[in-house]
Nanobody, 128 residues
């Protein structure tokens, strides 16, 4: 049984930083496509960042335009954990953040409907 458990959310001021973690069990992060999505009230769930495996030993990262240069996705396969470092946070970043595994192929990395597994979410609130 696949379980993705997020942690690290919280409340910060405009310009602050947070680091989200996603611990995976029943699922090996090495060589797999994983990412972070977010959903604000009244809005659709959107892809934030992803690490996509494109070939054996290869991969690439993707970011939503709104977070490029501010957010960094990484993972520690030895710990089976995915991370999202969020810097220069803005009030518009306020949302529930979800860890995702088994993403859409290539350019569909950000499509929520293609995701196989979801975590329960962790709330990020940025006050201005």
């Amino acid at each position: 049984q696949v379980q993705l458990v997020e942690s690290g959310g919280g409340s910060v001021q405009d310009g602050g930083s947070l680091r989200l973690s996603c611990a995976a069990s029943g699922y090996t992060t090495s060589g797999r496509s994983m990412g972070w999505f977010r959903q604000a009230p009244g809005r659709e769930r959107e892809g934030v960042a992803a690490m996509i495996t494109v070939a054996v030993g290869g991969g690439r990262t993707y970011y939503a335009d709104s977070v490029k240069g501010r957010f960094t996705i990484s993972r520690d396969d030895a710990k089976n954990t995915l991370y999202l470092q969020m810097n220069s946070l803005k009030p518009d970043d306020t949302a529930m953040y979800y860890c995702a595994a088994g993403l859409g192929f290539g350019a569909r990395w950000h499509v929520a409907a293609d995701v196989h597994y979801w975590g329960q979410g962790t709330q990020v609130t940025v006050s201005g």
